[in-house]
């Protein structure tokens, strides 16, 4: 006969059991997977099969510069051009091409894991299941994979939020940003929606500043030319892209009516920032600004879904359910003209995303920063 002693003790057991099983689960699949991961990422490339499209671009266009080129000379390519982005990342770069490609190509993609880690550590995270988990997110491997920017504009964001309240922080964090690629400019109208309009124009006039500077480095090579540079990028690939604008298309719209309901998105969403910013929830107007971001750029590939990290780790700083959903993107290729399903799945697996951060922004746990006198101090 069992005691109700004995039961307990049996009860207890099972549940120590469970507990050291799901421990474990955690170590391999959160711990020593991305770790394998990693390997096998630098493993590929070491071995030549991946070569860092993105940073092609970069490497090419700081070595036509070194040499006295202009990077922008040459006929059209499949990216509208010899070098499609503002002449800072390619200034950035110019140390690199002491390197063999291969070589600067693994030290790239060796610095981008860290600044993937450090995008969560600035906005607090302390969970180390967040860490290994998010370099298993397809966006977060593909940006490593191709050597983009797209991690460190991610990692200018979550700066920007941590040091927002201090003017020169905040506006430098932003305006290298508008300078190196002009995609996080939602950023800047968040900034004057909560009412920091000296940090907001100050955002501006360094982003102008900078990249003013930078293209006088080159003697203002292929300034005057560039939109029509970007004019080309968007005819080439525009419609290898993540948008709704594709969405529209795909469902069957006419080209001008898909772009109004694109349009009319992004602009709705921006809408949303101003409004929640006006009364007060900064942090949910922050993440509804980085999605903002992603759904007014007409060019959006599987790696820009990194700056998704900016927005679970900011909402959520403890592993939960947003914290898996961009898993979802497996199926989603990094470019190669995606099916309307891939399309539209890689779309709605951002938006659940985005969703399930914006409720967790406004949940309890944060309540309290959106009544906390002025000038006390805030949570990260």
Known sequence: MITDATA????????????????????????VFPVFVLVVLFATQRAGRVEGMDLHQFYDAAASIVHGKNPYAGPPTAWGGPYPYPPLPALVSIPLTALPFEVAAFLVMASLVGVALAIPAVLGVRDWRCYGLLLLWPPVISAIQTSNITLWLGLCAALAWRYRDETMKVSGA???????????????????????????ALSLAIGVSCLVVSWAVIG?????????????????????????????????????????????????????????????????????????????????????????????????????????????????????????????????????????????????????????????????
């Open 8 to 31: 307990d003790v049996v009860a207890d057991d099972a549940g120590l059991s469970l507990a050291r099983v799901g421990r474990l689960a955690a170590i391999v699949f959160l711990g």
């Open 174 to 200: 932003i305006g290298v940003t508008l300078a190196a690629k002009f995609f996080l400019w939602p950023l800047s109208v968040w900034l004057a929606a909560t009412r920091r309009l000296r940090s907001a």
């Open 220 to 380: 203002f090579a292929g300034m005057f030319d560039y939109p029509a540079v970007l004019r080309q990028l968007d005819r080439t690939v525009g419609e290898d892209s993540y948008t709704t604008y594709i969405v529209g298309l795909d469902a069957g719209l006419p080209s001008p009516l898909a772009r109004v309901l694109w349009v009319c998105i992004g602009l709705a969403i921006l809408a949303a920032v101003v409004g929640l910013a006006r009364r007060g929830d900064e942090r949910s107007s922050f993440v509804l600004a980085i999605a903002a971001s992603l759904a007014m750029t007409p060019i959006v590939w599987l790696h820009y879904f990194a700056l998704l990290l900016v927005v679970v780790a900011l909402a959520q700083p403890r592993l939960g359910v947003a914290w898996f959903v961009p898993l979802a993107m497996v199926v989603t290729p990094g470019s190669g003209h995606p099916t309307p399903f891939e399309t539209a799945w890689t779309l709605a697996v951002a938006c659940v995303t985005v969703g399930l951060a914006y409720r967790a922004s406004r949940g309890d746990e944060f309540r309290s920063d959106q009544r906390a006198p002025a000038g006390a101090p805030l949570t990260p």
